[in-house]
């Protein structure tokens, strides 16, 4: 067996070898993990996971390939990959590339062949830290070093929102959306779509005036990257148009909206990343399977004295997975509905969505 040639550095002093696939470079980033057994052309191309290195649990990546239409996002901005076994000649009709090709394409590192079980006990135990990668041979202190000395971005949003807006429309449609991307996944616009919407994206600094002047249906609030106290200018949009107009916020949209009406968010120790969150709908009693990617959770204690209501729960760890406030007109969830792995237990949402801009549309007719 050849020699390793890459190695992964974590806050906490441990080493682990493996070799090297993607992007031949170091890197500084968060380390998280994800429990999916499949899905990782959309893991590595979902703009959450700016400047964060995921650890996969499942021991077998690559493959299938990845299929240039199964993309979250056109450029991926993953920080980097870590697997136990990656697997270079996929068995797949759809597939286009490897995922090595796609990493190198995208200046992504990826490092496989290393301990995933225990590097995934330490984020458990330890929490989320900071990972770097590098060369096998780069001395330690002088890596160690480099990593203690980064410090996590707070201007991710602003990186991966998109600059100009632009427009995804469907023929013969009902409503007209705004989208603010913060980290928009490209699968959220296609459910608007397949629900009669045109969706117009706009950048996550787009003033309420705008929006307004733009005439949309209703507002929809995505996910994204990072704090969501970082992204003050999307926060004062929700303070500004709640009421007039339905809002709808998934992820990091939740905790926007769930900061602009006085609730409260907070990082936890290592977050919910995964296909299979059970997540209990209060309103209802059903118990939902759910798809979530996050570091941030919304404090349920910050909801009293609000106008929010809880409407979704984590039966894991009874974090808050979904708010709402109908005076207001708004609604949000922390999980992903539009990554369906139930396959649809969360489409209602969507379809809640439409019925508010519905009721809105004949109130001022």
Request: charged letters at 25%; a negative charge; glycine letters at 8%.
């Amino acid at each position: 067996m050849k020699p390793y040639n890459k190695k992964i550095i974590l806050e906490n002093g441990k080493e682990f070898y493996g070799w090297g696939f993607g992007a031949d470079k170091d890197a500084v980033n968060e380390i998280v993990f994800n429990t999916s057994m499949v899905g990782y052309q959309e893991i590595i191309s979902d703009p959450s996971y700016t400047d964060q290195m995921v650890c996969m649990t499942y021991p077998l990546i690559g493959n299938y390939g990845v299929c240039d239409e199964d993309y979250e996002t056109r450029i991926p901005t993953m920080g980097g990959l870590i697997v136990r076994e990656y697997n270079d000649l996929p068995s797949n009709f759809r597939y286009t590339k490897t995922l090595g090709e796609v990493l190198d394409e995208y200046d992504i590192p990826g490092i496989w062949g290393v301990d995933t079980r225990m590097i995934t006990r330490i984020i458990r135990d330890e929490g989320s830290q900071k990972v770097m990668i590098c060369d096998a041979d780069k001395p330690f202190d002088r890596a160690y070093k480099e990593l203690l000395a980064y410090k996590i971005p707070t201007d991710m949003v602003s990186r991966v929102s998109c600059k100009k807006r632009w427009y995804s429309r469907t023929p013969n449609h009902k409503y007209d959306v705004v989208a603010i991307d913060c980290g928009i996944k490209m699968n959220i616009v296609r459910k608007l779509n397949e629900k009669g919407c045109n969706v117009t994206v706009v950048p996550y600094n787009i003033t309420a005036e705008e929006i307004i002047n733009m005439h949309p249906d209703g507002l929809f609030l995505s996910n994204g990257p990072g704090n969501p106290e970082d992204v003050q200018t999307v926060i004062r949009v929700v303070r500004e148009l709640k009421g007039k107009l339905p809002i709808f916020g998934i992820c990091l949209g939740h905790q926007m909206i769930s900061l602009a009406l006085g609730a409260k968010t907070f990082k936890m120790k290592f977050g919910h990343r995964g296909g299979n969150h059970p997540v209990m709908n209060l309103e209802t009693g059903k118990i939902e399977i759910t798809s979530q990617n996050h570091s941030y959770a919304v404090e349920v204690d910050s909801l009293k004295g609000t106008e929010l209501t809880l409407t979704h729960k984590n039966l894991l760890d009874s974090t808050a997975e979904g708010v709402e406030s109908k005076e207001n007109k708004l609604f949000s969830v922390q999980y992903h509905p539009e990554s369906a792995p139930g396959p649809q237990d969360s489409a209602y949402l969507f379809d809640k969505f439409i019925d508010l801009m519905r009721k809105e549309s004949e109130n001022n007719a």
